[in-house]
């Protein structure tokens, strides 16, 4: 079992920014590839960024390409989404989820092929 806990959501104004942290426990961190995703008020859940379980190999949405960056610290458990020129479009609940295995680019964008999932963040962007 893996155990996700995101923080840094909130409110903030078009343009402006926040970094989003996902906690994990349990089982080996660095063992599971790391997703974002985020759901909308009457929209399905998507992806948003996805990152291998060394920290090499990253991708995007095409929506967030270029404004929203995935990283993690092994040493720390954790995973961050930094969100810059933040859109109204951008406001949802934001989850992080943790995948075993190792990194594939055409199943990374899958929100089924991720074991665990944390319980959400929420991030309104206003206008």
């Known amino acids: 079992q893996v155990q996700l806990v995101e923080s840094g959501g909130g409110l903030v104004q078009a343009g402006g920014s926040l970094r989003l942290s996902c906690a994990a426990s349990g089982r080996t961190f660095s063992n599971h590839v790391m997703g974002w995703f985020r759901q909308a008020p009457g929209k399905e859940r998507e992806f948003v960024a996805a990152i291998s379980r060394s920290g090499g190999i990253t991708s995007y949405s095409d929506s967030v390409k270029g404004r929203f960056t995935i990283s993690r610290d092994n040493a720390e458990n954790t995973v961050y989404l930094q969100m810059n020129s933040l859109k109204p479009e951008d406001t949802a609940v934001y989850y992080c989820?943790?995948?075993?295995?190792?990194?594939?680019?055409?199943?990374?964008?899958?929100?089924?092929?991720?074991?665990?999932w944390g319980q959400g963040t929420q991030v309104t962007v206003s206008s």
């Open positions: 989820a943790a995948r075993g295995g190792s990194y594939s680019s055409g199943i990374a964008g899958r929100s089924g092929s991720y074991d665990y």
